[in-house]
């Protein structure tokens, strides 16, 4: 084991003066390395390094002073409360204590000296301190104050700031006497080409500011740290991504003849891009090595299709095709169009349905493990143990946003066989922006379907208060009374779905009495699939005029007739899940609307976003502004797993460093292979490594 090794694993509880108590609440920072402690970063500073005159001090100042006690009592109108006056020749200071013990009210007695921090307010005798960061200093210490700025980092119950900041401090000897910790591992040529400070420097730097230390110094540190992070993650998606360049994959082909079949059984003409994309599709699959390609095109430009061409590829040449979709109802969506296009020519459609049990959901796993199932649709039950595939050569996953990173890599381990993996096809609506592509998706090629199909226009955004709500209501009417049909979609913050379904059937049961003569409909999450199913239908049909939903319409629906859209409370959810409800008009010929019906009043920010919709359809710019706005979390789909979680980098802001990271992560994969593991073992915590390759 070398020394950087050894040392890059050293544990926080190896510093002294860590008790039980303190390692349980570092734990739960997730503090468990001393580097862990040392990229705890403060969240700000306060300044300790100049002392202000008594005199001088104003109520609303933070302030550090020092002074001599001239008096200290325990006065007991109202609220019983210790307070002490100091002074230290240019005014006085009065500081009040609401909970002290009688050690502290005994030591502060006149002529002690104390140095404290705090902010003054007005009190009931003069300018006064409550509950004041506090020390008794010795006469010689007096006006010995601190050189640099003091941190105040993120912490939990019970962990004090004193305790976080020794312990750095403790953190930092160790690094000085140990350059194993915080080893450099980018070398210098790289360092002095980016114009970075060494990580140790850095660190140090962000810990323990000097006075006056330019905000721009602490920028350029914070920097210096969200590069190596952001390496760190690179490497390791690269390192998966060359890792399976070199696997071995069944050669996929769809015979012509086939192909022409199944394009002249469809009601209409591919789109050119869908045309181009089913080529690059085609071009992975006839090759040994297992595709990874991600197929992204806005709401409605037909990708569907594109995953039945590539599905009808792999069953043509002998291999099963797993499609997984996020909820049941667009499982179910995908499994009767798919069952629409490829049973016609010969192929066994199943689908695993959650809520099939017993003997159909036996046999539906008998057809799936001896290969009689071709395609098997479903949701990520498709990853549980008991499904087996007989030779699975293709994993489709529709709207990857809402799967995690890893769920992806497991459907994906699922299908090794005879050591080949099966080649996997991603479709998400939501346009990945660029920055997010490199990390999260750096291990896939990307095609884009660019091209709505012919005849589609784009939908009218208004945005407009909840006052005018009967308004609205009046033009639902007209719109039925010409024979089209009506979204109205109920939110709710909280991810209550009882609370959304009550939301849903409140507004339902109003805009019945409102609308007397339109037939009205109601789907929410909570409803039985064949409830769903049924309520669908209808709407489908046409036999439902008005749908009123939850959000569990978001991906899928596809009613070409509908191309009204009224969406309450828009103001609570983020711009890419609005983009995608608002996808589900703007489907047939005509002109489609979309109401944004906000409660009044909007802070600027939501003004802003919503405007945002109002303004474009273009989906990049939308997800862009979604990243800015919220954070990449939510688009990544690591939400839901909780797991890719950087520590010190944020996209929004340290984007514009993923070129460099990326050209640095090149050299250090050619020139510097050594470095790789310890970064990944320093930043990357154990679950979110992409793959033990
Ligand atoms: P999405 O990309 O949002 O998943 P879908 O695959 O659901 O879009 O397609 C939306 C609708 O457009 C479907 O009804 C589909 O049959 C239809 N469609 C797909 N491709 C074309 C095309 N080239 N021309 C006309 N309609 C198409
Ligand atoms: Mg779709």
């Known amino acids: 084991m070398s020394l950087s090794e050894a040392t890059d694993s050293l544990k926080v509880a190896s510093l002294k003066g860590v008790g039980a108590k303190t390692l349980e609440r570092l734990g739960k920072l997730n503090l468990h390395k001393v580097h862990d402690l040392l990229f705890h970063l403060p969240s700000r500073y306060e300044n300790r390094t100049a002392l202000m005159p008594l005199g001088s001090v104003r109520p609303g100042d933070q302030a550090l002073v020092e002074g001599q006690v001239e008096l200290t ?26 909970h002290f013990s009688g050690d502290q009210l005994s030591r502060l007695k006149p002529g002690a000296r104390l140095r404290c921090f705090g902010e003054a307010r007005e009190g009931y005798y003069g300018t006064e301190m409550v509950h004041p960061d506090y020390q008794h200093i010795a006469d010689e210490d007096a006006g010995n104050v601190d050189q640099s700025l003091t941190p105040v980092y993120p912490s939990t119950e019970g962990l004090h700031q004193k305790t976080l900041r020794s312990l750095v401090e403790r953190a930092l000897d160790l690094c000085l006497e140990n350059s194993g910790i915080l080893h450099e591992w980018i070398p210098e040529e790289q360092l002095s080409a980016l114009g970075f400070p060494t990580l140790f420097d850095s660190v140090r730097l962000l810990h323990q500011p000097p006075a006056g230390a330019a905000a721009e110094l602490l920028g350029q540190a914070q920097q210096r740290l969200a590069f190596e992070e952001l390496l760190a993650h690179h490497l390791s998606v690269s390192r998966f991504r060359n890792h399976m360049r070199q696997q071995a994959a069944p050669v996929l082909r769809l015979p ?38 991600l197929v992204q095109g806005d709401v409605g430009s037909g990708k569907t299709v594109v995953a039945a061409w590539a599905a009808l590829a792999a069953l043509s040449s002998d291999s099963q095709v797993a499609f997984m979709a996020p909820t049941e109802l ?12 490829l049973e016609p020519l010969g192929v066994q459609v199943a689908y695993l349905a959650g809520k099939h049990k017993g003997q159909i959901r036996r046999e539906t796993l008998e057809a799936i493990a001896d290969g009689r199932a071709g395609a098997v649709l479903g949701t990520h039950a498709l990853f549980q143990e008991e499904v087996k595939f007989h030779r699975l050569g293709l994993v489709i996953i ?22 080949q993996y099966p080649h996997q096809l991603i479709m998400t609506a939501t346009p990945i922006p660029r920055t997010l592509a490199m990390l999260g998706y750096a291990d896939l090629d990307v095609s884009v379907i660019d091209e709505l199909p012919p005849g589609r226009n784009p939908v009218k955004t208004s945005v407009i208060p909840s006052t005018r ?66 309520v669908m239908d209808s709407f489908k049909s046409g036999s439902v005029d008005l749908l009123v939903a939850t959000t ?13 859209m009224v969406i309450e409370n828009p103001e609570r959810l983020g711009l ?14 005509g002109d489609s609307f979309c109401v944004l019906m906000y409660q009044p009043p909007l802070t600027p920010g939501a003004k802003e976003r919503l405007g945002i919709l109002r303004e474009t359809s273009d989906g990049f710019v939308i997800a ?33 460093l993923l070129d460099q990271v990326k050209a640095t992560a090149e050299i250090l994969l050619d020139s510097h292979p050594d470095a790789v593991e310890p970064l990944l073992k320093r930043w990357l915590a154990d679950g979110v490594r992409y793959a033990e390759v």
């Not at 009592?73 to 500081?95: K, M, P, Q, W």
Request: glycine residues 10%; contains cysteine.
């Open 576 to 589: 890419a899940q609005l983009h995608q409800l608002r996808g589900r008009v703007g489907r047939g010929p």
């Open 469 to 534: 709500r009967s308004e609205v209501i009046g033009r639902i009417d007209d719109w039925v009374k010409g024979r089209r049909q009506v979204y109205w979609v109920c939110t709710l913050i909280e991810e209550s779905e009882v609370l959304e379904r009550e939301a849903a059937e409140n507004t339902a049961i109003a805009l019945a009495g409102a609308l007397p003569k339109v037939r009205i409909g109601l789907v929410h999450g909570r409803m039985k699939p064949v409830e769903k199913e049924e």
């Open 552 to 564: 569990v319409i978001e991906v899928g629906m596809d009613v070409p007739n509908a191309g009204l």
């Open 73 to 98: 009592e325990v006065i007991a109108r109202a609220r019983r409360s210790l307070v002490c006056r100091i002074s230290d020749g240019t005014g006085f200071l009065y500081l009040r204590f609401f």
């Open 256 to 293: 012509d003849p086939v192909s022409k079949q199944f394009l002249d059984s469809l009601p209409f003409a591919l789109t050119g891009a869908q045309n181009r994309v089913i080529q690059e599709i085609a071009t992975d699959l006839a090759a040994a090595k297992p595709m990874m390609r």
């Open 398 to 419: 529709d709207e990857q946003h809402r799967f995690g990173v890893h769920q992806r890599l497991a459907l994906r381990e699922k299908g090794v066989r005879d050591g």
């Open 624 to 656: 862009e502004k979604d990243l800015e706005l919220r954070g990449p979390g939510e688009l990544l789909g690591i939400r839901q797993t909780g797991q890719v979680q950087f520590r010190v980098a944020d996209l929004a802001r340290d984007g514009e």
């Open 330 to 341: 667009l499982a179910e969506q995908h499994y009767r169009s798919f069952s629409h296009w």
